[in-house]
């Protein structure tokens, strides 16, 4: 069922170590929580620190759903490697 919207949150994370970057990640996540939303912050190393919404009552079901299972299987990779560090 698509009912919250979702953002996406690319933070950039060039010239930081590991451990610095999951750091950062965790900083932006504490600080960002919004109840209702589905939010996801996901390093990168190239480009800008930038956020994407999807709009739940714009976008088809089907394409809700596999976005949402998408940062589902993202987030918990993301969860695995902070935990090496």
Do not use: H, W
């Not at 504490?30 to 930038?50: A, Y």
Request: aromatic share 8%; net charge negative; with cysteine.
């Amino acid at each position: 069922m698509k009912d919250k919207l979702i953002l996406i949150y690319y933070i950039n994370v060039k010239g930081l170590s590991s451990l610095e970057a999951a750091e950062k990640r965790m900083r932006f996540s504490q600080t960002l929580r919004l109840d209702g939303v589905i939010q996801q912050f996901i390093p990168i190393t190239d480009g800008v620190t930038k956020v994407e919404c999807i709009n739940p009552i714009l976008c088809e079901e089907k394409t809700y759903s596999e976005i949402k299972e998408r940062l589902e299987r993202i987030s918990k990779e993301l969860d695995k490697q902070e935990e090496i560090y």
